[in-house]
């Protein structure tokens, strides 16, 4: 279970029941140590730089709390850090400590996993980076770096 979630928020939910059997969206979770409302449209930029034009128009993104913003996209691993990079430089600037975390979704695999698998990877990225910025990425699109899914594997939302 994730200390950063401990559900999916209905709007979330939407997005992750549209994922199909052969997509392999990224989840992007971006936390912010300070209400991340005033940072979206600078973040959204930021993320917007580095999406292939055609692709724009797939991005999902929503508020999921005051202080968490999740995004659902398609885009390859440069991209992804140049992302996250990015994403980080504009907070900065704002002096807010950040941590995002990156999941792509396998398409044989559950989008709701996938969707707590990332959480997880929130938690890790805050546990390592603590009171200074980071981010993680679990894609293996990247097998060089690729950590792949046994810690993720026997977790679980909390039931009902």
């Known amino acids: 279970m994730s200390k950063s979630l401990k559900s999916i928020p209905p709007l979330i939910q939407?997005?992750?029941n549209t994922v199909g059997g052969y997509d392999d969206p990224c989840f992007i979770l971006i936390s912010a140590e300070k209400?991340?409302?005033p940072f979206i449209s600078a973040i959204d930029t930021a993320i917007d730089s580095e999406i292939e034009p055609d692709d724009i128009k797939y991005k999902r993104n929503v508020k999921a709390t005051d202080n968490l913003y999740f995004i659902m996209?398609?885009?390859e691993h440069e991209e992804l850090l140049n992302m996250a990079n990015k994403v980080l430089n504009v907070?900065?600037?704002s002096e807010v400590v950040t941590h995002i975390s990156v999941f792509r979704h396998n398409c044989l695999g559950e989008s709701n996993r996938t969707f707590l698998w990332s959480s997880l990877l929130l938690d890790e990225t805050r546990e390592e980076f603590g009171a200074n910025s980071g981010f993680k990425i679990n894609d293996p699109q990247n097998m060089d770096t690729w950590p792949g899914l046994e810690k993720y594997r026997t977790a679980a939302w909390p039931q009902a």
């Open 14 to 16: 939407e997005h992750l």
């Open 35 to 37: 209400d991340i409302t």
């Open 73 to 75: 996209l398609y885009s």
């Open 91 to 93: 907070m900065s600037e």
